[in-house]
């Protein structure tokens, strides 16, 4: 490899992670929405030129994350509460067909990993460990997404799970929930060791179906809140 490849290739690694820094914050919500995001100041907290920053921004306009306005600059839009019910309205269309194929095409060593994962989930839901929980969580569904074998589900999926990771840290720090959130992904994985597709597919539905409800009513009771 040359070093203007070489280059070429840091270059490209620096943008990704300065975009996916970025990405993440907004998600999180370090940044809220309204807030300026400032080339010169995030170019000195990331220690990078502004050229990766102004980048990044600009694909952030793409994903309708941030809105470039006069006289203004880069402000972040976020998610809004609609773009998490349509998320959730669509994961539960299509997730029950990504758990019904991988239960018809898990191999082996997904179905460890997927046992493992809900080991330690019960560990942590003991423990009431939220950012354990949520990255527990993030890994059931990642490993039924690829061993769904779809490429296009596992693209999709992947980033509404993405997407809606502060709300789904929203809802596992509900009372309850996180227990529940465990119950359901034991009983998917039975239905997947007892190679029962049908009911791993309803059993899923049903597992977003909750935590659709259960979210919806965080945000309404946080609405009512704000205005009281």
């Given at each position: 490899m040359s070093n203007m490849e070489h280059k070429g290739l840091e270059i490209n690694s620096l943008r990704a992670k300065v975009f996916n820094k970025l990405q993440n914050d907004i998600l999180d919500g370090k940044y809220k929405p309204g807030d300026?995001?400032?080339e010169t100041k995030l170019a000195k907290e990331l220690g990078v030129s502004r050229t990766p920053i102004r980048e990044a921004i600009k694909q952030l306009e793409l994903e309708e994350?941030?809105?470039t306005i006069p006289n203004k600059g880069a402000v972040v839009t976020g998610i809004s509460h609609q773009d998490i019910e349509d998320i959730y309205t669509i994961r539960t269309m299509i997730e029950g067909l990504a758990t019904r194929l991988a239960a018809e095409k898990m191999t082996p060593e997904e179905l460890e990993q997927l046992k493992e994962v809900i080991e330690l989930e019960e560990f942590y839901t003991n423990k009431c460990s939220t950012p354990h929980l949520l990255d527990l969580d993030s890994r059931f569904h990642e490993i039924i997404y690829k061993a769904s074998k779809s490429r296009p589900l596992l693209w999709t999926l992947r980033?509404?799970?993405h997407f809606a990771q502060r709300a789904r840290s929203t809802s596992l720090s509900t009372p309850g929930r996180?227990?529940?959130s465990f119950t359901e992904h034991k009983a998917i994985l039975q239905a997947i060791l007892d190679k029962d597709p049908d009911k791993a597919e309803k059993l899923a539905i049903k597992h977003i179906k909750k935590a659709s409800s259960n979210l919806l009513k965080q945000m309404e009771n946080s609405d009512t809140l704000k205005t009281e």
């Open positions: 300026s995001l400032i994350l941030v809105q980033s509404f799970h996180a227990r529940q």
